[in-house]
């Protein structure tokens, strides 16, 4: 192989330059990917290097010596830095094998027709030649393309940082400059959402599902920019014209706990809505059912969660007297007043809720009366009494962490 290539070097020099500028012209006119990245002199100029590197290549396989791929895996670093897609830059690869061996063949018939039966061992020994161009190419591409998206993924990360944190590192990109690259406007109608940790949260987190994931706005709902943090998950959401309420049907399908902060009007706000979701989250006790609360629906609950000093000394001031009874006594009267409270003050719905009769709520309610000193008919008591309750329940719920079962 290597005495007929060098017999008809020159004229396959002319054939492969030939060759070179009618790929190049299908090239550009059938793959728009390649038509907005190169001219057709400088893509002819690469197809016909590559040509001749086969070439060479071949040459040096005859001769027993590794074949180079240093052009090649530069030619995958370059492309995948500019962008074309892998196929396209793979589809090329493949036609250059196929022309250059078609006119390979066509200058070796014109030089000696006699000599054709001897180049079918050279088609294995080129295809091998291009085979191991194509994949060197395919390696160093899916290694740029893998390298890049780790540096996207960090620098994204870094700006929604920015904005979830509200001071960035010294020299960082400052809240409105982070929205700016990740293409979120000046003003508009903003929120955050995170996300609980523990057992409702197995199944794939928002981060892996595709349209959150990559932070496209769903056809019917808010865009979200996930961020998955060393405190868990957390996402800013770009509502639009959508209700705060489309969070929680957004989140409904991944079952998890999640808190909701404020909607806020400016990127440069969102590092507060995410202090506040955190605080919404922490209103949802670990062992409840998954769960999105709106901090502004939990607000009484939020308010005990963000001061823990005082929800302690509340829950001793106003219900000591309960918890200090046994544990069966205390169980039954904590859960009577909860229900209550849950039933609007109705002492008929607690009992059927309850599964007992009114009188004995009546009598629960009138012994808690007695032991706390607050009577349920005033207002202020009440208030009271309904913060102290979320006050035990929230400390009950810290005592227990994730997983552990609620005491019955």
Known sequence: ????????????????????????????????????????????????????????????SSRGLPV????ARATGTLRAEQGLPLTSLLRTYRRSGRLLWQTLTEAVAAH??????????????????????????????????????DRDRERRAA?????????????????????????????????????????????????????????????????VLWRVRADGEAGVVELGPHPLESVRELLAPLGVRAGVGPVVAAPAELARSYRLAALALRTVPVAAAPRTALLDERLPAALVAAQAELADRLRRVVLG??????????????????????????????????????????????????????????????????????AVLQRAAGERGPGRPEPS
Do not use: K
Request: some cysteine; overall charge negative; aromatic content about 2%.
């Open 112 to 149: 000696d027709r006699a000599a054709l039966p001897g180049m079918v061992p050279g088609a294995t020994a080129l295809w091998d030649v291009l085979d191991q161009m194509t994949d060197a190419v395919a390696e160093a591409y899916r290694h740029t393309e893998a390298t890049r998206t």
């Open 159 to 223: 700006l929604l940082d920015a904005l979830l944190d509200g001071a960035g590192a010294a020299g960082g990109p400052t809240a409105s400059e982070a929205a700016v690259q990740l293409g979120l406007p000046d003003r508009g109608r903003f929120a955050v959402v995170v996300l609980g940790q523990g057992p409702a949260a197995c199944g794939p987190g928002p981060a892996t599902a595709s349209a959150a994931g990559t932070g496209a706005a769903p056809a019917d709902g808010p865009r």
């Open 321 to 390: 007297p309960v918890l200090a009874l046994p544990a069966e006594d205390r169980r039954v009267l904590l859960t009577t007043l909860g229900t209550w409270l849950g039933c609007q003050g109705s002492t008929a719905y607690a009992a059927q809720r309850l599964y007992c009769h009114r009188n004995t709520v009546s009598n629960r309610l009138r012994r808690l009366e007695q032991l706390t000193g607050r009577s349920l008919s005033d207002p202020a008591h009440v208030v009271e009494l309904a913060l102290a309750h979320t």
């Open 1 to 60: 192989m290597e005495r007929i290539i060098e017999e008809i070097r020159e004229d396959l020099a002319r054939r492969i330059a030939v060759a070179a500028d009618r790929l190049a012209a299908l090239t550009l006119a059938e793959d728009p990917a390649y038509a907005a990245l190169l001219g057709r002199a400088e893509l002819r100029e690469r197809i016909h290097h590559n040509l001749r590197q086969a070439v060479e290549g071949l040459v040096r």
């Open 68 to 71: 180079e791929l240093a052009d």
